[in-house]
């Protein structure tokens, strides 16, 4: 009954809008970019985008209004990379792990120890392979314009994982990636993927043992609250691809246009140097906490490690192109 005369009252006041010609946009009204993500505020992808945000304020006032919405309140990572395509949003970060139900060419960023840390990646991402990925989905009308880092991940869970036995029987919240699945299983473990606003409560309760994530996820999403180790593994890369609608991005005004992907070249430079120092941060407040132990491996333990993931590589090497990894660790090579 209430809901009745209340829907009533709302359509009779869009009624009166209308033929007061307030429903319409007005010509000078400010093109509108919604950027959805899934962390929170405080963590590198938080900053990047809350800065992006002040900065178009300051440069195209008027003209163009950002509006971030942060730690999934408006959706998951998987409904806005739906929500991109359709326009319905213009403007994601997404983590590089979840592009995998759209394309395999992202596939490279999650194999394990392949990158030994982020300026390997930075280096990857900067040359001609990685440039070139940035426009491959365009078909799917998700145009990448940068790539920001997170950091590199750690495992934690109920049990220190000095060597890939400990993760055995153990069921680990993974993102949703075929390699990342491979990877678990790899090591015995059971791979569940699972949307990241659902993990600290399916930690919390045990309906997952473990998962694996960036010391400055972990912090931020107080999963070291509900993990009793965190294993300084940095096994894997955690970052993401900064993407817009392509008919948006296509039917701005040039001079917008020119000034947004400025704006987003700048920022990535700020926030990729940022990343390290906030994920510094939050392992210094895990440790701090005193709420869960942090296990450091050893050179050996390292090894033993990356000799066992090994073959994830091989079983997506067609997936991805031999030539494809052997370039990326060649960069590794490089930083050594
Ligand atoms: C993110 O950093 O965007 C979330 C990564 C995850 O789902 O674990």
Not at 226 to 248: I, K, P, W
Not at 292 to 311: G, K, N, S
Request: hydrophobic share 45%; glycine share 6%.
């Amino acid at each position: 009954m209430f809901k009745a005369s209340r829907l009533g009252s709302v359509a009779m006041i869009c009624v009166l809008m209308l033929m007061a010609g307030c429903g319409k946009q007005s010509a000078d009204a400010p093109i509108l970019i919604k950027f959805p993500h899934v962390t929170a505020p405080a963590t590198p992808k938080g900053q990047a985008a809350e800065r992006f945000r002040q900065l178009v304020e300051e440069r195209l006032a008027g003209r163009v209004l950002v509006e971030v919405y942060p730690s999934a309140q408006l959706m998951s990572d998987d409904d806005s990379l739906d929500a991109l395509a359709f326009g319905e949003v213009q403007m994601i970060a997404v983590s590089l792990s979840k592009l995998d139900r759209l394309t395999y060419k992202f596939q490279i960023f999650d194999l394990p120890f392949l990158f030994p840390d982020i300026q390997t990646v930075e280096n990857f991402q900067a040359s001609d392979y990685g440039q070139e990925l940035l426009t491959s989905m365009v078909d799917r009308k998700i145009l990448g314009l940068s790539f920001w880092h997170n950091g590199m991940k750690q495992f934690g869970g109920p049990v220190p994982m000095r060597l890939p036995e400990a993760a055995k029987g153990l069921k680990f919240r993974i993102m949703e990636s075929d390699v990342l699945q491979a990877q678990i299983l790899q090591i015995g473990g059971n791979p569940q993927k699972m949307a990241f606003g659902e993990v600290y409560q399916a930690l919390q309760t045990g309906a997952v043992d473990a998962q694996e994530n960036t010391w400055s996820n972990i912090y931020s999403s107080k999963f070291y609250e509900v993990q009793a180790y965190v294993t300084e593994t940095n096994h894997g890369y955690l970052g993401y691809l900064v993407a817009v609608n392509l008919d948006f991005w296509n039917s701005l005004p040039d001079d917008i246009r020119t000034e947004l992907a400025s704006i987003v070249q700048e920022v990535s430079i700020w926030a990729n140097k940022q990343s390290v120092s906030i994920n510094l941060l939050g392992r210094q407040k895990i440790l701090e906490s005193g709420r869960t132990e942090v296990v450091e491996l050893t050179a050996d333990e390292r090894a033993i490690w990356q000799q066992a993931m090994r073959p994830v590589w091989e079983k997506f090497s067609s997936n991805i192109g031999a030539d494809l990894i052997a370039a990326a660790e060649s960069y590794g090579n490089q930083a050594e």
